[in-house]
């Protein structure tokens, strides 16, 4: 169950997303190590995948925190040339190049014509927008972070209750696959299709993932 904090900060492909990121790199790390290391021990391999995502999740994090600032700088700078003297026709533009790829598909084009006034009416209205980190974005990047360990947290309970390191890496790898598949199912539900083929699907694609991280060193 997903907390509700993330849920309310992430959307489900977002959340998919990072789950299925979390488990790659699960998945990435555990085969690079028993290629790696002759002498597994159940400290090794909780250690490097435990490691390896908690920098991934950190990362992730920060970047979306990034990202959500570049995201308003941009809209500020629209703002700004709106506000500065565009004429009617060049502001309409730039609305629609903004927020015309969502809506033109569900849209009609005279409901558009009116929802592009209207927002721009609103944006002259408006004074200056101010870019800054706020307690969304912070979140929001908690969230991105939280999720990635959430999905590893289970791969890595074989390895502290299994005390033979090659049955707990087994075991390790079957959890991370049914996972991917279990990830898949619920793609699947939320975008409408079948649940068995984008859990099967997004399983060879999730493996074949791992084999191309593992063959270029990741």
């Known amino acids: 169950m997903v907390p509700k904090f993330v849920r309310k900060h992430l959307d489900p492909a977002d959340r998919l997303g990072e789950i299925l990121f979390g488990l790659i790199m699960a998945l990435g790390i555990i085969g690079a190590v028993r ?15 435990l490691g390896c995502n908690l920098a991934w999740a950190v990362v992730d994090g920060v970047m979306y925190v990034l990202i959500a600032v570049f995201e308003q700088g941009r809209r500020s700078r629209i703002a700004r040339k709106i506000q500065s003297g565009a004429s009617d026709e060049e502001a309409l533009q730039l609305i629609h190049r903004e927020l015309g790829v969502q809506l033109e598909r569900i849209c009609s084009p005279e409901a558009l014509k009116l929802f592009y006034a209207d927002v721009l009416k609103t944006v002259r209205a408006a004074g200056p927008l101010t870019v ?4 969304s974005d912070l979140l929001g990047g908690f969230s991105s ?19 033979e390191p090659r049955l707990a890496v087994r075991i390790s790898e079957v959890i991370a696959v049914g996972l991917l598949f279990l990830l898949g199912a619920r793609w699947a539900y939320v975008v409408g299709a079948n649940p068995l083929k984008v859990g099967f699907a997004l399983t060879l694609v999730g493996g074949a993932l791992v084999v191309v991280t593992i063959l270029l060193g990741g």
């Open 35 to 49: 290629l790696g290391v002759e002498d597994l021990t159940n400290r090794s391999m909780f250690i490097a995948i």
């Open 145 to 163: 972070a939280f999720v990635i360990l959430l999905a590893t947290a289970p791969i890595l309970v074989p390895y502290l209750v299994i005390p």
């Open 132 to 135: 800054s980190v706020d307690r």
